[in-house]
């Protein structure tokens, strides 16, 4: 029975080993995925400040429009249901 705990053990130490070993490794990578990423949305926000120069220049050459009610004189007259009668 000593003889299999002692293989347990060894075997757990073993694989705690690879496991602190490898940590270094998957934190390199999780680091320069973060660094390309922080990349990636440093371009994008330049792209979209770019797009929103492009579309405040493109509003600003639309022409403007100004809606004024013209008054409308009329030969005819509501009645009290609301339809038009004629003088």
Known sequence: MKKHWRLLTALLGF??????????VWAQ???DKIKALEQELSS?????????????????ALPSFSYRPAMVWTS????????????
């Open 44 to 60: 994008l926000k330049s792209q979209q400040m770019e797009l929103k120069k492009e579309a405040t220049a493109a509003a600003a």
């Open 15 to 24: 694989l705690l080993a690879v496991f602190f070993l490898s940590v270094p």
């Open 76 to 87: 005819q007259r509501r009645t009290s249901r609301g339809e038009f009668a004629s003088l």
């Open 29 to 31: 990578g999780v680091d």
